[in-house]
């Protein structure tokens, strides 16, 4: 049995009974999202929630709390108790805001236990709507150098907006950026917008539908979703990835014991077969990275955008 996108909307009024209802048991383990409910990090939290409690009994509840490019969120874990029941649920921009956001009000290494990455896929792939006159990548970067081209995105600075300025400079070209306040796949299927980069798990509806059609993608891989899309490497632009992928921290302090018993229950969860069975219809992997090579893929990214981020010249204030 699978976690239909229904179910899992539906479970975030149930979820966050317990926080806004009555008081949560003691032992409640809550799930900070610091985007919107139904993004795609939301939904992930959720169905990671439910597997929790079907693997280990625990009670877990999901709460989001968006706004300033997903730092309301991440500071409330930050300034929580070490007692592995706050944990914040993020993806890549847990690293790009540490160089874009300026007097970011915490540090994300230092202020921050990793527990694990918890999924990965193939980076952002560029879609158009299957309506759209550009059928392939040199159609489309054609077209962009001869007009001003609009793509998409969820908010500066977020991980979908960094893609498109590096596959721009990639491409020789500049595009009109209009940022939303969550996922550009409404305005790409209406026609507001010419293009978004979006990981190819959360338009997966889409692409099954033909509604969307991906004219290459960030990576080094092609995605299972989108067989017959070309890496941007593979039709000869150098555009630096911006990896898809979430994954788990708790405040600074946590004690070795305390994380070692949540990557455990996390394990458990990551095998639940409705879990998996979702991230694997999402084009993604479970992966479950033990703590201490998280803390060096998290280090490793915050270096590498430390150079790869500065030109672009994006700035959150």
Not at 6 to 28: K, Q, V, Y
Not at 157 to 169: P, Q, S, W
Not at 196 to 219: E, T
Request: hydrophobic share 40%; glycine share 10%.
């Amino acid at each position: 049995m699978k976690f239909t996108r229904r179910e899992i909307l539906g479970a975030a009024a149930a979820s966050a009974f317990p926080l806004l209802g009555r008081a949560a048991e003691p032992d409640t383990i809550r799930i900070v999202v610091p985007l919107t409910a139904g993004s795609g990090s939301d939904l992930t939290a959720r169905a990671l929630a439910q597997a929790i409690t079907v693997t280990s009994g625990k009670t877990v509840v999901v709460d989001n709390k968006p706004g300033a490019g997903a730092s309301i969120g991440s500071l409330f874990v930050a300034k929580s108790k070490p007692d592995g029941l706050t944990l914040l649920l993020n993806t890549g921009a847990h690293t790009t805001n540490s160089v874009l956001i300026k007097n970011l009000p915490f540090d994300p290494i230092a202020d921050f236990t990793p527990i694990t990455r918890i999924t990965s896929a193939p980076g952002f792939a560029l879609f158009v709507s299957s309506r759209s006159p550009y059928k392939t990548l040199k159609q489309f970067i054609e077209a962009a150098k001869n007009g001003k081209l609009t793509y998409g995105s969820s908010g500066i600075g977020n991980t979908t907006h960094v893609i498109a300025e590096l596959f721009c400079r990639a491409a020789g070209v500049d595009m009109l950026h209009v940022p939303y306040k969550g996922s550009a796949i409404n305005e790409l299927l209406g026609g507001q917008v010419d293009c978004a980069f979006i990981a190819p798990s959360l338009a997966a509806s889409w692409i099954r539908s033909g509604q969307f059609h991906g004219l290459g993608i960030s990576g080094s891989v092609r995605s299972a979703l989108l067989p017959d899309t070309p890496t941007f490497n593979e039709a000869g632009l150098n555009v630096p990835d911006i990896p898809a992928w979430s994954g788990l921290w708790g405040p600074r302090g946590m004690s070795d014991a305390t994380v070692g018993s949540l990557y455990t229950m996390l394990v458990r969860a990551g095998q639940e077969t409705r879990f998996s069975q979702l991230v694997k219809d999402g084009g993604g992997t479970v992966e479950m990275m033990p703590p201490q090579d998280f803390r060096r893929y998290v280090e490793s990214e915050v270096n590498r955008y430390k150079k790869v981020l500065p030109p672009l010249g994006i700035q959150v204030t």
